[in-house]
Nanobody, 115 residues
Framework: QVQLVESGGGLVQPGGSLRLSCAASGFGFSIYTMNWYRQAPGAERELVAAITSAGGITWYADSVKDRFTIFRDNAKNTVYLQMNSLKPEDTAVYSC????????WGQGTQVTVSS
């Protein structure tokens, strides 16, 4: 059974940090490109960050570049999103996605940035 389980979301003040985790099981994690998406209320889902299977190439949306870092541990079947200098506009449900021949999604974790 394929599972992607996100954790690490919560409420944080502007300027704060959070680290999201996405634990994968039931498929060949190490050969999949892993992505983090987010969706704010009333907005379309947007790709935030991506990392290739071996972790050699990463990509970031302009809105999070230099603040967010995506990395993965293939031995633990886990991908992470380190989020620093958080802003209220980062508030959204964050979901991880595994992409190769098939595409798998997690259920999402809420991140709220507010004072």
């Amino acid at each position: 059974q394929v599972q992607l389980v996100e954790s690490g979301g919560g409420l944080v003040q502007p300027g704060g940090s959070l680290r999201l985790s996405c634990a994968a099981s039931g498929f060949g994690f190490s050969i999949y490109t892993m992505n983090w998406y987010r969706q704010a209320p009333g907005a379309e889902r947007e790709l935030v960050a991506a990392i290739t299977s071996a972790g050699g190439i990463t990509w970031y949306a302009d809105s999070v570049k230099d603040r967010f870092t995506i990395f993965r541990d293939n031995a633990k079947n886990t991908v992470y999103l380190q989020m620093n200098s958080l802003k209220p506009e980062d508030t959204a449900v964050y979901s991880c996605n595994a992409q190769w021949i098939k595409s798998y999604w997690g259920q999402g974790t809420q991140v709220t940035v507010s004072s």
